[in-house]
């Protein structure tokens, strides 16, 4: 019984690494995250939150912070604040 108890968590285990891996691997996983953070960040915009206090909180630039909300994509490397 311990064995395929064993094998049941094996598998499950193996599920769970499958779905991590689709979900926050690989560079298009990256690229949905970033999307969906930036969305986030024009929203907070949107919603009476400053440019320096996103900034701040993120521990990015602000030139950073205004090209996310201005739709413009932000530069390769992300600057830190």
Same mark, same amino acid.
């Not at 891996?21 to 995250?33: F, N, P, S």
């Not at 953070?37 to 900034?55: D, F, H, K, Q, W």
């Not at 996310?68 to 932000?74: E, M, R, T």
């Given at each position: 019984?311990?064995?395929?108890?064993?094998? *049941? !968590?094996g /598998?499950?285990?193996? /599920? !769970? %690494?499958?779905?991590? /891996?689709?979900? #926050?691997? =690989?560079?298009?996983? =990256?690229?949905?995250?970033?999307? &969906?953070?930036?969305?986030? *960040?024009? %929203?907070?915009?949107r &919603?009476?939150?400053? #440019?320096?206090?996103?900034?701040?909180?993120?521990?990015?630039?602000?030139?950073?912070v &205004? /090209? #996310?909300?201005? =739709?413009?994509?932000?530069? %390769? #490397?992300?600057? !830190?604040?």
């Amino acid at each position: 019984m311990a064995r395929r108890f064993d094998e *049941l !968590a094996g /598998q499950l285990l193996l /599920q !769970a %690494a499958v779905v991590l /891996q689709r979900t #926050v691997a =690989g560079e298009r996983a =990256g690229e949905r995250l970033k999307a &969906r953070r930036n969305a986030a *960040l024009r %929203a907070a915009y949107r &919603r009476g939150v400053t #440019v320096e206090e996103l900034a701040v909180r993120m521990r990015l630039s602000q030139g950073w912070v &205004r /090209q #996310v909300l201005a =739709g413009k994509k932000p530069p %390769a #490397v992300e600057e !830190a604040a």
